[in-house]
T-cell receptor, first 113, second 111 residues
Framework: EAQVTQNPRYLITVTGKKLTVTCSQN?????MSWYRQDPGLGLRQIYY???????DKGDVPEGYKVSRKEKRNFPLILESPSPNQTSLYFC????????????FGEGSRLTVL | DQQVKQNSPSLSVQEGRISILNCDYT??????FLWYKKYPAEGPTFLIS???IKDKNEDGRFTVFLNKSAKHLSLHIVPSQPGDSAVYFC??????????WGAGTKLIIKP
């Protein structure tokens, strides 16, 4: 089954404790992206990757890191989480950004205390 | 400053009637527009799209209309069904091929 898998789905952590949210897709997509969803703001892009070893900042990259060592994986790293990073995070992939038809994971709800 | 705006946070429609969801944008360089649907505890899923060279695109019960002069697009769902209850996001593709998203409209279909 074609899918984008994120883990963990839910996480409560404390300020400053490094965490990684994993994202994996099995559709051989070149393009992958991370979004955060906050009430009243819709989806805001954090980082995206056009292909392996190619990553770029989105609209809200501060406090986040990503890597793209393999085509299928695109982890999101919070080196020192803060309460303002409490949010719902989505990973997405597609064959390219041009079609705009993104496939999303189910989301990871992160709470930073 | 939000470039894509969905001014109605929620909309309630009777089952069987038409649902109309609206979206306004400010950037005249947007050339591709999409609608996504999101159920609780799931990621958004693609619904329908339209290129800026068209003014209408239809797929079954779903039709998207684009009015470039007004920088406005709308999604029509006819007839509305209970399974259409969800949050609908409008998104636009900019010159860098990145998607800019609206805040979403929660559609509630009443029986």
């Amino acid at each position: 089954e074609a899918q984008v898998t994120q883990n963990p789905r839910y996480l409560i952590t404390v300020t400053g404790k490094k965490l990684t949210v994993t994202c994996s897709q099995n559709m051989n997509h070149e393009y992958m992206s991370w979004y955060r969803q906050d009430p009243g703001l819709g989806l805001r892009q954090i980082y995206y990757s056009m292909n392996v070893e190619v990553t770029d900042k989105g609209d809200v990259p501060e406090g986040y890191k990503v890597s793209r060592k393999e085509k299928r994986n695109f982890p999101l790293i919070l080196e020192s989480p803060s309460p303002n990073q409490t949010s719902l995070y989505f990973c997405a992939s597609s064959f390219g950004p041009f079609t705009g038809e993104l496939f999303f994971g189910e989301g990871s709800r992160l709470t930073v205390l | 400053d939000q470039q894509v705006k969905q001014n109605s946070p929620s909309l309630s429609v009777q089952e069987g009637r038409i649902s109309i969801l609206n979206c306004d944008y400010t950037n005249s360089m947007f050339d591709y527009f999409l609608w996504y649907k999101k159920y609780p505890a799931e990621g958004p899923t693609f619904l329908i799209s339209i290129s800026s060279i068209k003014d209408k695109n239809e797929d079954g019960r779903f039709t998207v209309f684009l009015n470039k002069s007004a920088k406005h697009l709308s999604l029509h769902i006819v007839p509305s069904q209970p399974g259409d209850s969800a949050v609908y996001f409008c998104a636009a593709s900019d010159e860098d091929y990145q998607l800019i998203w609206g805040a979403g409209t929660k559609l509630i279909i009443k029986p």
